[in-house]
């Protein structure tokens, strides 16, 4: 929403004179005036359109301005829709009491002054209006975020290839090369001192390629393209187990877990990365344990260990207590259309993560493969 976009309105009275004179007093804000002669008709319009201020009448028959006011806060959509009473009868401070507490921000007495309306009506339409530029502006901080860590995904994957097709290759080159060399020189016999130095830099190059092999897949495990989700998983926690000694297992449901959608792989993927890695980080735990669960059209993910917690500030992902790891699975969740929630587990901690699920189709398995 820009700045200079018009919020709507709405005003509710059964009778047409009254609504005939909140919309001369409100002509001059310069917003859209909606109005409606009962609370049925006030709901349809709140159904179908984008309410910034409710401006109703408390005395109406079938459907009275409390009921209508419980109705509307029980709509998650509405929870923070602005509803203003207004009342030439209900005047008492039980009768503002009661109208607060169905959700009314505001109760105006009859007869209403005109300059009072206007000043309370068009403050909630800017507070509305700044929450929808708000808002707008989230969005496209998220778009711009999955941007960045697609590309980020995507240029680990290119270097994750140049790792293990040039320097791995090169490496592996070198110490046939040196192989070759020493087998020559152990069938000439000649110099033992010569054959022990080159029998250690072939070690020496043997560790580097197997150093460089598990940089390049942890940096974009081929198995995630060839195999899918879960055979990446089940290399991811097999080799944390074996470089950390936290010993850490996986459970998925179905057994037979099928393809997904290769952006939801690649993202659930390194979100248990990211999870794992918090582990072996902070938690000093001794265990951990990943599980996966696909319900009808949802992905249940669940990452726990044994350690000794997290703080309450993080828990609840207050702003400025969580680092760049859970940043990030929070964005990536988020992109998704899914929900993450961090809690300790007495010990540990507990890492929850639910997102829409989608199947790969055949075309999709093929282009990644």
């Known amino acids: 929403m820009k700045a200079d ?116 009506v068009s403050v909630f339409a800017e507070l509305h209006r700044q929450a929808q530029q708000l808002e707008a502006l989230n969005r496209e901080l998220r778009q711009l975020s999955n941007r960045l860590m697609t590309a980020q995904d995507e240029e680990r994957r290119r270097f994750a290839r140049d790792l293990h097709d040039g320097i791995g290759q090169d490496l592996a080159a070198s110490k046939m090369m040196l192989d070759g060399v020493l087998q020559h020189r152990s069938a000439n016999g000649q110099n033992s001192a010569q054959r022990k130095a080159i029998g250690e830099a072939t070690d020496i190059i043997e560790r580097a390629i197997q150093q460089v092999r598990s940089m390049s897949h942890l940096l974009h495990p081929p198995l995630l393209d060839e195999g899918g989700l879960l055979s990446a998983l089940r290399w991811l926690v097999e080799g944390m187990s074996e470089r950390t000694g936290i010993q850490t297992s996986i459970e998925l449901q179905p057994p037979e877990f099928p393809r997904l959608a290769p952006q939801l792989e690649r993202t659930l993927f390194r979100i248990v990365q990211e999870a794992l890695t918090n582990v072996f980080r902070h938690s000093e735990a001794k265990a951990a344990f990943v599980a996966l669960t696909q319900k009808e059209n949802s992905l249940f993910l669940t990452i726990r260990d044994d350690g000794k917690g997290v703080s309450e500030r993080i828990a609840r992902l207050e702003p400025g207590s969580v680092g760049v790891g859970i940043g990030a699975m929070r964005e990536r969740t988020l992109e998704l259309g899914g929900t993450l929630r961090v809690c300790n587990a007495s010990p540990g901690t507990i890492v929850e993560v639910l997102v829409p699920s989608i199947v790969a189709s055949p075309r999709e398995m093929l282009a990644t493969a």
Request: charged residues 25%; glycine residues 4%; without cysteine.
């Open 5 to 120: 976009e018009k919020v709507n309105i709405l005003m509710v009275d059964d009778q047409p004179a009254k609504l005939l004179s909140y919309e001369v007093m409100l002509a001059e804000l310069g917003e859209n005036l909606i109005k409606a002669n009962s609370g049925r008709e006030a709901l349809q319009h709140l159904l179908k359109t984008d309410v910034a201020v409710v401006l109703m009448d408390v005395s109406m028959p079938e459907l009275d301005g409390f009921e209508l006011a419980d109705i509307i806060r029980q709509h998650p959509r509405f929870q923070r829709t602005a509803i203003i009473f207004i009342s030439a009868v209900h005047l008492t401070d039980l009768d503002r009491l009661k109208g607060y507490q169905r959700g009314a921000v505001d109760y105006i007495a009859v007869p209403v002054i005109p300059e009072l309306l206007r000043a309370k």
